[in-house]
């Protein structure tokens, strides 16, 4: 078998496998035929299947080209050293060897290449089969395998068998598999260009993800690069085909994946094209489009295309795009841009134009590429300067800074005015330059037109949310949404408008205000962002998943954070390896596009997940948003950076350093929307774990001067608040308060808060005797955190349970013992005296002896030499640290 490829999505193939090696087992044998392309992922669905439903005999042979005529080589491999005289007496053998293997299952792959007489083999044995538990499986890399074979046919579609075609990998799932690939910076608008190209097929993903920038991914065009194995299949058939065949393919490959004969005879100049077509067909390039009667055309898979095309010599397809603009009126600006050999004026107004038209059909990636092109074809002159500008911001709009950062140097150099200063000073805010930004823009502000009056001041509303501002950010914001008259200014003027209130406390105005279909994709991302900061979490999943999707279509994704908040809203709702991915995708997308502004907060956020998970990743995200922090010097990067060293010291247990977080962040950021960040009274709660009940108490009171609407900042409250009456001494206050924190933070729908509650409980109940309760807590916790992947969270509750003599090992539980006797008798296996024990579990002696005896009377033992001889012999129990 072959290396164990990379694996995801594939669900309802899955299920498949399983619903078929389920009846199997219950002696109703199956047979699923598995068909799809080279390298689409059969062996890899075969190999997880293996992983899942581990089945105890397995055989398994494949076809060899190299085999496909020696006579019995795959049966061979299914039963080694058969001698078979012929297919019946094959057959039978193998099905005796069916019948004796008992639970099997049965690979065949490749069958393309499987010699003859042992796939008839194969076929009787498994016709015969009646009740074995045996499920067998085929692969081909289409229904060539069994095409010459009725019996195959029959079974395979009868009530035995089954058939799973193998399509490529939707855009979600491509975007798994780059990330498995170690591809975390395919951004949205790269995972649809990458679907658009190779239509999922894994082979030719990987390859272009291996060679292809991210950046050159998302926002370039053309065909991607094929697979060197499979180039050179395609280019042996091109290379056999007569001229006119050829390009007639050549021609095709210029005109798109599917195109009319007319159109590619017409270019190719190929006449009669009847005998081309026949020869192409046959060499299996093209295929007729069914229904169309042979007038329109399709390459057999976007592959061949990408092959055809960029085998082309360059000037020989720059005039195949010529001629291609002659008779597809509809692409016809496109072909030109390709035909094109130098800079030409009118066609840059062309390209122009149409960029206008694509905007507002809101097709902003396109546009953004065709004003690209529209400023490369436009000569030195006054018209370039219009055109820089709008190529640029057009650029910015849609991430791709690295393009926009061509024009920078050219666009500074140009004469003062509002549209130069607002380019430059935008180009410097999303290059993390926010002095910089803040002084160009002002200075726009003051002299901007009035379509250029909402651009400006929605980048300062940005900034002013950057650092703080709240009277700026709400200013600002009101004032780009009274002048936006542009559907795309307008989408992004409310979200500056809504992010802005929301940081100011009036989240619910932002709520209200916003409209029900928000406008574009700025405007849900930022309805995504207020309800996740006000709790309603299914909400803000909704508006921010919906946005990435949107994305992946092709909508301009303007706010490059929002698949950093979907992280951050996984995290919340306790979906840690779904936060990861996010966070993981966020990080890269903005790494691949230079979107400097970003790093600070996508890598805090990308702490979150894995310093729950004790992934050692989260102290390199750390590094990374201190240190851009630093560079970038804003409250707001300042801010994330100081949340992501919390992150990584709470699940650490780290109280020195997650007060020094804290510390730092009470000094940048002024709290008015608790629900912004997951720490709530941050400061108070690391003064309380330090000890320093006073201290912590004023700085809960400050917190709280606002009302604290919002469910998780109470949680967080009443937890933090159980902190300090435990350093009070007032235990059962302290246990009631977490209690009361718990029962928030469920109905707030935060798994991970509430499983902190009710293990800072279940210390406090511990103390005050109740260890039933207490034990109850920890393992609700330890279970809470063990089901969410939160490892490091799910260490730290088995290390507590265990030095109040209650480890939560599964393997003993002592279930005929009491609470209090189960505790006693784990702390005398950990070899405790029981003046020990008494200390360790506030108790008298006199007590613990009572329980040691109670003990001994239940599990029938006679002192601690047999206690714990029953105890090492018990599976799955270790003794707790005995703390001594």
């Known amino acids: 078998m072959r290396d164990t490829p990379r694996f995801v999505g594939r669900n309802p193939e899955l299920q498949a496998l399983h619903l078929a090696w389920a009846a199997a087992r219950q002696g109703q044998p199956r047979v699923v035929a598995i068909e799809g392309e080279a390298g689409v992922g059969k062996t890899a669905l075969l190999r997880h299947f293996l992983t899942t439903a581990g089945p105890r005999g397995r055989r398994w042979a494949s076809g060899d080209p190299d085999e496909a005529t020696l006579p019995w080589a795959m049966l061979g491999q299914l039963v080694p050293g058969i001698e078979a005289a012929d297919v019946a007496y094959a057959g039978r053998a193998l099905a005796r060897e069916l019948d004796r293997a008992g639970e099997l299952l049965l690979v065949v792959e490749d069958t393309q290449w499987v010699d003859e007489p042992s796939l008839t083999a194969l076929r009787l044995a498994v016709r015969a089969m009646v009740s074995e538990p045996v499920l067998v499986i085929v692969t081909s890399q289409h229904d060539a ?17 089954q058939r799973l075609a193998l399509r490529g990998l939707d855009v979600a799932e491509l975007t798994r598999f780059a990330l498995a690939c170690g591809h975390p910076d395919l951004s949205p608008a790269g995972a649809a260009r990458l679907h658009e190209h190779t239509a999922g097929h894994p082979l030719h993903a990987q390859h272009v993800l291996d060679r292809v920038p991210p950046h050159v991914l998302a926002h370039g065009d053309g065909p991607l690069p094929a697979p060197a194995g499979v180039s050179a299949v395609i280019a042996e058939r091109v290379a056999v085909l007569t001229p ?84 597809d009126h509809v692409r016809a600006v496109a072909h030109l841009i390709a035909g094109a050999d130098g800079p030409d004026e009118q066609l840059a107004q062309r390209v122009a134009a149409q960029a206008a038209v694509l905007a507002a059909e809101g097709r902003a990636q396109q546009a953004a590429a065709y004003l690209r092109h529209s400023a490369d074809l436009t000569p030195p002159g006054p018209a370039r300067a219009p055109i820089l500008f709008a190529a640029c911001e057009a650029l910015l709009v849609t991430g791709d800074l690295r393009g926009a950062d061509g024009y920078a140097a050219e666009i500074q150099a140009s004469p003062r005015g509002p549209w130069r200063d607002y380019i430059c000073g935008y180009h410097a805010l999303v290059s993390g330059r926010t002095a910089e930004a803040t002084r160009l823009l002002t200075r726009a502000l003051a002299e901007a037109p009035p379509e250029l009056t909402a651009r400006v001041a929605a980048q300062l509303a940005i900034i002013a949310i950057l650092d703080t501002d709240y009277d700026a950010m709400v200013g600002h914001g009101q004032a780009a949404l009274a002048a936006a008259r542009e559907p795309a200014v307008a989408s992004f003027a409310w979200f500056a408008r809504a992010v802005g209130l929301t940081l100011s406390g009036q989240g619910q105005r932002a709520l209200a205000e916003l409209p029900p279909d928000p406008p574009g994709l700025d405007g849900l991302v930022a309805r995504g962002m207020v309800r996740l900061w006000t709790d309603d979490l299914d909400g803000a999943y909704t508006d921010l998943s919906g946005a990435v999707e949107r994305a992946v279509r092709g909508e301009p994704l303007r706010v490059g954070q929002a698949l950093a908040y979907l992280g951050e809203t996984e995290y919340r709702r306790g979906n840690l390896a779904e936060a990861a991915l996010h966070t993981a995708l966020a990080v890269g997308d903005a790494e691949a596009n230079a979107r400097v502004w970003d790093y600070s907060l996508v890598h805090a956020l990308a702490t979150y997940p894995l310093a729950a998970q004790g992934d050692p990743g989260a102290v390199r ?13 804003s409250r707001a990067a300042l801010t994330y950076a100081a949340l992501a060293q919390a992150a990584v010291c709470d699940a650490a247990g780290d109280t020195d350093g997650l007060l020094a977080a804290a510390t730092a962040f009470e000094e940048v950021y002024d709290c008015r929307e608790p629900g912004t960040h997951l720490f709530g009274p941050l400061l108070a709660d690391a003064l309380a774990r330090a000890g320093q009940a006073v201290s912590a108490q004023e700085a809960l009171d400050r917190f709280t001067a606002r009302p604290v609407a919002r469910v998780s900042a109470r949680a967080a409250v009443a937890r933090v608040q159980a902190m300090i009456c435990a350093g009070r001494g007032d235990l059962a206050e302290a246990a009631a308060q977490c209690a009361a924190a718990r029962s928030l933070a469920e109905a707030a729908g935060l798994p991970l808060e509430a499983a902190r509650a009710a293990a800072l409980g279940a210390g406090f109940l511990a103390a005050v005797g109740r260890r039933a309760a207490a034990e109850r807590a920890w393992r609700f916790a330890h279970d809470r955190y063990a089901d969410r992947g939160a490892h490091a969270f799910a260490a730290r509750v088995r290390a507590d349970a265990d030095a109040a003599g209650l480890p939560l090992t599964e393997g003993v539980t002592w279930p005929n013992l009491t609470p209090a006797e189960r505790a006693v008798v784990n702390l005398v296996c950990a070899g405790l005296s029981n003046r020990e024990i008494a200390a360790r579990l506030v108790l008298s002696p006199k007590t613990v002896e009572t329980h040691l005896s109670s003990a001994f009377r239940r599990l029938d033992v006679t002192g601690r030499a047999e206690l714990r001889a029953l105890a090492a012999a018990t599976p799955g129990w270790s003794a707790p640290n005995s703390g001594v």
Do not use: M, N
């Not at 069994?146 to 035995?160: M, P, S």
């Not at 004969?261 to 009847?274: I, K, M």
């Open 244 to 327: 006119a065949a050829r390009r007639l393919v050549e021609a095709g490959a210029v005109l798109g994946t599917e195109f009319p004969l007319h159109r590619a005879r017409e270019v190719s100049g190929v006449s009669p094209a009847a005998p081309a077509v026949a020869e192409a067909v046959a060499a299996r390039l093209l295929s007729e489009i069914p229904g169309t009667g042979g007038r329109e055309l399709a390459f057999t898979a976007t592959l061949t295309r990408a092959v055809v095309y960029q085998a082309l010599d360059p000037r020989e397809r720059r005039e195949l795009h010529r001629r291609a603009a002659e008779v």
């Open 145 to 161: 395998g069994w095409a010459a074979d009725d019996g195959w046919r029959r079974l395979i579609d009868g009530e035995r068998g």
């Open 621 to 633: 995200h750390l590094e990374q948003a201190r240190d851009w922090s630093r560079r970038i010097g």
